[in-house]
């Protein structure tokens, strides 16, 4: 049994009515989720990816997805670019684990800081339960800042 905390509340019991806040910041090369039940200061690092595909030379041509041949159908999308391929993959799998997440009960809100055409490709590939944890999205890109500038700059587009 949980120890007692003043007001006959179970310590148990405090951290059940606590809501933890996910923070998805990503660009299309890496992205770093935060944990937190408070403020940013607070939050801690819970997950970090990166996309090393995005750093490859043809990620930063926009070149066309090549078309399959034969009965096989189409291998890409034919009006999408080889960057924007990568980007979706990347969002699917950021996707993936957030709603590994959500279903593991690690998080009941989520706020997603991404550039504007990753934050599209993230909220394309939400599901419903997923999509209503959402509670904020930022269009900016600063995934890259150094812990401390990133968490600077959290804070002032949160506060």
């Known amino acids: 049994m949980a120890g007692s905390a003043p007001g006959g509340v179970t310590s ?3 951290e059940e009515d606590m809501t933890t806040t996910w ?16 403020t940013v200061q607070h939050a801690r690092e819970v997950h970090r990816e990166e996309n090393p595909e995005a750093l ?3 990620a930063h041509n926009d070149r066309m997805g090549h078309m399959g041949h034969g009965n096989g159908g189409h291998a890409l999308a034919p009006h999408t670019t080889h960057k924007e391929n ?5 969002a699917s799998k950021l996707v993936a684990h957030l709603e590994q997440g959500r279903n593991n009960g690690l998080f009941q809100k ?11 490709s993230l909220r ?8 209503k944890t959402v ?7 600063v995934v890259g800042e150094a812990p401390a500038r990133l968490r600077e700059h959290l804070e002032t ?3």
């Open 23 to 38: 923070i998805l910041v990503a660009d299309a090369s890496r992205a770093v989720v935060l944990a937190t039940t408070g």
């Open 110 to 120: 989520l706020i997603v800081v991404a550039p504007p055409k990753m934050l599209g």
């Open 157 to 159: 587009l949160l506060a």
């Open 86 to 90: 990568v980007l979706e993959r990347f």
């Open 135 to 141: 509670t904020q999205e930022h269009p900016r890109d």
């Open 124 to 131: 394309n590939g939400m599901g419903a339960p997923l999509r």
């Open 56 to 58: 490859t030379p043809e």
């Open 12 to 14: 148990l019991d405090l």
